[in-house]
């Protein structure tokens, strides 16, 4: 037991040095107020969107290998560009060292502001570290294909700079400048991006065509609405030089890859699910402690570690197909090794950078993404696995985020209790209102985690206009913001009572 205690002091402290070397934002030492929170939260958006489009240079982005193009949209990146490794290097420290205290191979008292303090700290590291990584695994990997040692070099300088950006862009919106967190605010952002291009896209025209039509394609543009408009004014002979118009039925399905009206019907289902479960709660009546007859709700959601579940299940999805097609380019080209066999086996897919997962846990982890799934030999196993896989990491997480986010019964009942707060009916007692509160918050937690991840598994099953997943967090990350915003404007109507209130919501 000695033991154990001795290796978290070690771990955490030899990060110490690197933490205080690290650039940082500084916390506001004054009130900031909404309408400055939303200038910051632009810039941070802009800054974001220019890098996505900002191409590195020296590299050839059709050259070599695409290792993230299944989860491009969920980590917020572009290939090719200074977002090339988007949000991936911050969300894989985080699930690090979550998984590291949730183990106890760390044992972090959450409770104390020095230890909760020291552990955000060594996961900024982290980051970096693994943005560090990341960029050498790529170059390594010939991401961009054969590089002379001077453009390696450039382009690892490229990559770590803009993950140092990314990372000091997050914290200044989490510390307290912006709305909400950097990492929702560029997934929200990523992900409605590729809705609209899915839905709007004129600029690409399908290339297939149902049986009987009169040409070779419809020449309908990819975009399902853009498609839908235009075969509605070729149904009433306008633009039918390209084309007649063509059944309602092809479009429900196109040809199982170009966004589809199933494909619409499923986001919007996705959409309105994840309103509802963002909806359902279980609130416990409070009384402000110094005017009796001020009262209020403390609600704990079914969703109550919200989305953070579903990133974290991606992100580790991401990283063992990232480095599984790293492995096995370096290592196993001719797919002769039964060990490195076992995390994953890729071919290259043809006329394409991408390489597609065809055996070991690599296959089974990545996202269906559509119906097409079922007509793959193995397509029912496929799906199987990794719905079991996504809903049981899902409430594992949920759980273990519970305890060190500082959403536990214990930092409720504290947070409740300095705010001025109490229980109707309960002595003024933290441990009294631990033991209330430890009633719900496991059991909602876990069922939460349990059902996002079922959510989250049928919707890139189903397919989406974009990935299943990333609407399910576009929407819950929209519906944060709102309710964050309402939340600024009214703390700042607001008095006493509400503004503690307001602070633990």
Known sequence: MQETLVLPSTFLKA?????RIMPEVKAPDREVSFREKVVWTLVVLIIFLVMSHMPLYG??????????WAMRVILASTRGTLMELGIGPIVTAGLVMQLLSGS?????????????ALFTGGQKVLALLMTTFQAI????????????????VFVFIQLLAAGVIVILMDELIQKGWGLGSGVSLFIMTNVAGRVMWNSLNMLELETTAPDGYANPSTRLPKGI??????????????????????DLAWLMFRNGHDPSIFALTVTFGIFFSVLWMESVRVEVPLQYAKYRGMKARYPIKLLYTSNIPVILAQALYANILFFGQIIQ???????TNPFLNIIGTFHQEEGST???????????????????????????????????????????????????????PRDVARQLLNSGYIVP??????????????RYIPVVAGLGGFLIGILAAVADILGALASGTGILLMVSIIKQYYETIAKEQLAEMGGEGVAGLLGIL
């Open 104 to 116: 106890k191979i760390i044992d972090v008292d959450f409770s104390d502001p020095e230890d909760r």
């Open 137 to 152: 695994a790529y170059i390594v990997g010939r991401a961009y294909g054969d590089l002379t040692p001077e453009q390696q």
């Open 15 to 19: 990060l110490s040095p690197l933490v």
């Open 425 to 438: 009916g309960f002595r003024r007692s933290e441990r009294v209102l631990e033991k209330l509160l430890d």
């Open 329 to 335: 380019t370096q290592w196993n080209p001719d797919k």
């Open 59 to 68: 590299v050839d982005k059709t050259a070599g290998t695409d290792y993230l």
């Open 354 to 408: 991408r390489m597609i997962a065809d055996g070991g846990l690599a296959r089974y982890i990545t996202p269906p993404q559509g119906l097409l799934v079922f007509q793959e030999a193995d397509g029912w196993l496929h799906v199987i696995i990794y719905a079991v896989l996504m809903i049981l990491l899902c409430w594992g997480f949920s759980v273990i985020w519970v305890d060190i986010s500082g959403i536990a």
């Open 225 to 246: 609405v853009a498609a839908m408009v235009v075969n509605l004014l070729r149904f009433f002979g306008i633009g039918t030089d390209a084309g007649p118009a063509v």
